[in-house]
C-alpha cells in the first residue's frame, strides 16, 4: 500500500483538484504535504509536519477526510480508512498503542471502557467489567459470566477488561481468546501428538493457558458439546480457578439454560457473577450512534440518526452498519445526505410502512430473546420458574396481540391445554395491578412486538 500511495499521489491530489469543492490553497496547504506512516488492517495513517501545516488534525478530520478517503479509493481502487498523526507523536504515543497490539492484537479494536454506551440495559454488566478490571487480583467477581445476544457489548466488554488491566496492571498476564480460536489450538494440539508419538503438544497448551493471571474467553456456547475441546477447557477453569485467577466468560445465554452443561460447572459459572446486557432502548441507540460518529468524518443529522435508533433495536452492530450505508449510498450516488436518501439507502432493513404480522412465533421470539432464554425454551415441558414465568408472559402478549383463541395459543405454545393457557394470562393480568417492574417489561416488550 506505501508503494500505491507514494506511486499515485499526485493521481489524488489531481483528483481533489478537479473533482472535490476544496480550494487549491487548502489541498496544497494541508493535504498535499500529508506524508504516508503505515497501512494497517485497512487503515492508512498520513503524518502531519506541525510546523509547516500546523495544528489541522481537527480540520482533516471534519472537512476533508471523505474527499481524501473517496480520492484514494477511486485512484488506488480499494477502500481504506485514514486516520492522522503529528510526528512528534510517532516517536511516544503512537510507537506504545503499536506495541501493544502487536503483543495483543484484539485491542487494534479500539474497544475500551471510554468508548463504551452505558445505559439502564447494560450498566450493571458495565460496572462489573469495571470492578474487575480495576481489581483484577481481588476475586470479588469470579468467574465474572456475561451473556447476551449478539452484537450488544459482550466483546466490547472484555477487550475493555483486557485493556484495562493490560494498561495500569503490566506485571499481570492477561489473556484473551474466542472459543473457536481456543478450539482449534486443542484441535491442532491433539493432531500434532499423534503425528509425533507423544502428548508434548498439549503439554505446551497447557502451559500457556494455565500459567496467566487473567483468562477471558469469548462465546464460551461453542465449546459446550465438543468432547475433547469441553475437557480441556474446563480443566484449564479449574486449575485457574483454584489458583485464584481471574476468568471472565462470554456467552449467549446463562448458565442455566445451557442444557448439556455439566451440573459442577453450571454451579461454577453461577457461584461468581452471571449478568445479562439486555438490547438497547432508543435513548441508548441514539447515544450509541452520536458516540459512533465521533469518530466519523461524515455527520449524519440528528433526524436521520432518529429514524435509525427509532426503526434499528436489535443490536450495536446493527445500528453502526445502517450508519456506514447510508453514507456509502450518499458517496455511491454522489448525493447530498437527507432523510429521504436514507430511507431509501435502508429500504431493505427498514419498512416502517409494511404491515408487521404479529404471530405466536414472533411473539415467543421477542420473548425468549428478551429473558436470554433459548429458542425452545418456552414451547418445552421445562418448568423452572426463569423459564415458567416468561412463558406466561408470552401467552398473556399472545392473547393481547393475536386474535386465536387459548386453544390455538396453547397448541402453539407446546400443546397446552387452553385452561393452562387462560391460568397464566389471568396470573399476569393480577400481577399487573401492583407490580411496577412487571408493568415496565410488559411494556417494553410490546414496543419490541409493535413499535
Not at 508503494?3 to 498535499?32: C, G, H, V
Not at 498476564?173 to 502428548?199: C, M, P
Amino acid at each position: 500500500m506505501e508503494n500505491k500511495i507514494k506511486a499515485q499521489w499526485s493521481e489524488i491530489i489531481a483528483y481533489l483538484m478537479e473533482e472535490s469543492d476544496i480550494s487549491k490553497p487548502a489541498i496544497r496547504t494541508f493535504i498535499e504535504p500529508l506524508e504516508f506512516f503505515s497501512y494497517d488492517d485497512g487503515v492508512i495513517t498520513f503524518q502531519i509536519n506541525k510546523e509547516t501545516q500546523g495544528d489541522c488534525i481537527s480540520l482533516l478530520k471534519s472537512r476533508y477526510n471523505v474527499h481524501i478517503k473517496v480520492a484514494i479509493e477511486v485512484v488506488i481502487g480499494e477502500e481504506i480508512e485514514i486516520s492522522y498523526i503529528y510526528k512528534s507523536e510517532s516517536v511516544s504515543s503512537y510507537i506504545k498503542e503499536e506495541t501493544l497490539t502487536d503483543k495483543y492484537p484484539y485491542l487494534k479494536s479500539g474497544h475500551s471502557f471510554d468508548t463504551f454506551v452505558t445505559s439502564r440495559s447494560n450498566s450493571m454488566a458495565h460496572a462489573a467489567a469495571v470492578a474487575v478490571a480495576e481489581a483484577p487480583t481481588s476475586q470479588v467477581y469470579n468467574p465474572l459470566f456475561l451473556y447476551s445476544g449478539p452484537g450488544l457489548g459482550k466483546t466490547h466488554l472484555m477487550h475493555s477488561i483486557a485493556r484495562h488491566i493490560i494498561e495500569h496492571h503490566p506485571e499481570l498476564n492477561v489473556l484473551y481468546t474466542t472459543s473457536e480460536d481456543f478450539t482449534n489450538q486443542v484441535i491442532e494440539a491433539i493432531r500434532t501428538n499423534k503425528k509425533k508419538g507423544d502428548t508434548a503438544a498439549t503439554a505446551n497448551l497447557r502451559k500457556k493457558y494455565r500459567n496467566i493471571d487473567v483468562f477471558l474467553i469469548d462465546d464460551i456456547q461453542f465449546i459446550i458439546g465438543k468432547e475433547s475441546t469441553q475437557i480441556e477447557f474446563f480443566n484449564t477453569f479449574e486449575a485457574l480457578f483454584q489458583s485464584n485467577k481471574q476468568i471472565v466468560i462470554s456467552s449467549d445465554k446463562p448458565p442455566r439454560d445451557m442444557d448439556q452443561l455439566d451440573e459442577r460447572y453450571r454451579s461454577r459459572f453461577n457461584s461468581g457473577l452471571p449478568i445479562d446486557i439486555q438490547p438497547p432502548d432508543y435513548e441508548t441507540s441514539m447515544a450509541i450512534l452520536k458516540n459512533y460518529q465521533e469518530n466519523e468524518s461524515v455527520k449524519l443529522d440528528d433526524k436521520i440518526l432518529s429514524y435509525i435508533a427509532t426503526n434499528i433495536r436489535s443490536n450495536i452492530r446493527d445500528l453502526e452498519g445502517a450508519y456506514k450505508r447510508v453514507i456509502f449510498s450518499s458517496k455511491l450516488h454522489r448525493k447530498e445526505i437527507t432523510l429521504d436518501l436514507a430511507e431509501d439507502a435502508l429500504k431493505d432493513i427498514i419498512r416502517p410502512d409494511d404491515a408487521r404480522e404479529i404471530t405466536v412465533d414472533f411473539i415467543n421470539k421477542i420473548v425468549t430473546d428478551h429473558f436470554n432464554l433459548a429458542e425452545d425454551a418456552i414451547v418445552s415441558k421445562r418448568k423452572q420458574k426463569s423459564i415458567a414465568f416468561p412463558r406466561q408472559i408470552c401467552m398473556y402478549l399472545c392473547k393481547e396481540f393475536t386474535d386465536l383463541s387459548t386453544t390455538d395459543i396453547g397448541e402453539k405454545l407446546g400443546n397446552r391445554d387452553h385452561s393452562t393457557i387462560i391460568h397464566g394470562c389471568d396470573k399476569i393480568s393480577e400481577m399487573l395491578k401492583v407490580d411496577k417492574s412487571l408493568q415496565n417489561t410488559i411494556d417494553i416488550l410490546r414496543k419490541k412486538i409493535n413499535p
